[in-house]
C-alpha cells in the first residue's frame, strides 16, 4: 500500500517558468510533510517542510501548499533555473511514529 | 562537520557473500535509519532505530540485519547478498524524527 502518491515522474520546464509536484497521502495521522531535493550521485537533502495548520509555506523561490481536507500538498518552484534540475521527492510522518514515507520521486529538468 | 559518514561509498558483491554498510554521524541525533533506492521505486525504509538500543523493521526488512551500536553508528549487514540487493542504500538521521539528514549513499552491486 502506497501510502505517499506523488506526480509526475518526469517534468520539464523552461527556464524562468513554474514547476508544480503533487502529492497525495492517506494516512490522516500525517502531520508533518517535507520534500526533499536529490543531485545525481548525492543523498537527499531537506527542501522545505511544512505541518497541517498552515495552508501554505514559502522560502525563496519554493512554496509548499497544502489542502488537508484533499490529503494533498504540492511544491511549486517559482522562476525555475537549470540548477533546479534534480529529483524531487515528497515525504510524510506522523504521530508517534518517527518514520518517513517518501513518494516515488519526480525527475525535474529545467531547460536553459 | 561531517553530518551523516557511510563507507564504503561502492561495492560489488558475488551472490552469497556477505558484507555490512556502516554509517556514522556526529550530530547527536536519536533516531537513525536505513532507506534504499530503486529507479522508479522512491526511498524504501529497511530498518530504523529510533533511539539507542533500539532497532525497528522497516517496509523492506528481508534479507537485512542492523546493529545500533552506540548513539553515532548504524550498521546494516546483508548475510547472503543476492541481484535483488542491488540498490544504493543511504544512511539517515534526525534528533527529532523531523529534518533528516542523509549520508552520500553505498552503491552496491551483487552479482
Known amino acids: 500500500q502506497q501510502q505517499v502518491k506523488q506526480s509526475p515522474q518526469s517534468l520539464i520546464v523552461q527556464k524562468g517558468g513554474i514547476s508544480i509536484i503533487n502529492c497525495a497521502y492517506e494516512?490522516?495521522?500525517?502531520?508533518?510533510f517535507p520534500w526533499y531535493q536529490q543531485f545525481p550521485g548525492k543523498g537527499p537533502a531537506l527542501l522545505i517542510a511544512?505541518?497541517?495548520?498552515?495552508s501554505e509555506k514559502k522560502e525563496g523561490r519554493f512554496t509548499i501548499s497544502f489542502n488537508k481536507s484533499a490529503k494533498q500538498f504540492s511544491l511549486h518552484i517559482m522562476d525555475s533555473q537549470p540548477g533546479d534540475s534534480a529529483t524531487y521527492f515528497c515525504?510524510?510522518?506522523?504521530?508517534?511514529?518517527?518514520?518517513?514515507?517518501f513518494g516515488k520521486g519526480t525527475l525535474l529538468t529545467v531547460n536553459p | 562537520n561531517a553530518g551523516v559518514t557511510q563507507t564504503p561509498k561502492f561495492q560489488v558483491l558475488k551472490t552469497g557473500q556477505s558484507m555490512t554498510l556502516q554509517c556514522a554521524q556526529d550530530?547527536?541525533?536519536?533516531?537513525m535509519y536505513w532507506y534504499r533506492q530503486d529507479p522508479g521505486m522512491g526511498l524504501r525504509l529497511i530498518y530504523y532505530?529510533?533511539?539507542?538500543?533500539?532497532?525497528d523493521k522497516g517496509e523492506v526488512p528481508n534479507g537485512y540485519n542492523v546493529s545500533r551500536l552506540n548513539k553515532r553508528e548504524f550498521s546494516l549487514r546483508l548475510e547472503s547478498a543476492a541481484p535483488s540487493q542491488t540498490s544504493v542504500y543511504f544512511c539517515?538521521?534526525?534528533?527529532?524524527?523531523?529534518?533528516?539528514?542523509f549520508g552520500s549513499g553505498t552503491r552496491l552491486t551483487v552479482v
Open positions: 539517515a538521521s534526525s534528533r527529532t524524527g523531523y529534518g533528516y539528514t
Open positions: 494516512n490522516t495521522a500525517f502531520d508533518y
Open positions: 511544512i505541518r497541517p495548520d498552515v
Open positions: 515525504a510524510a510522518s506522523g504521530g508517534s511514529n518517527y518514520k518517513l514515507t
Open positions: 550530530m547527536n541525533h536519536n533516531s
Open positions: 532505530s529510533a533511539s539507542e538500543g533500539t532497532t
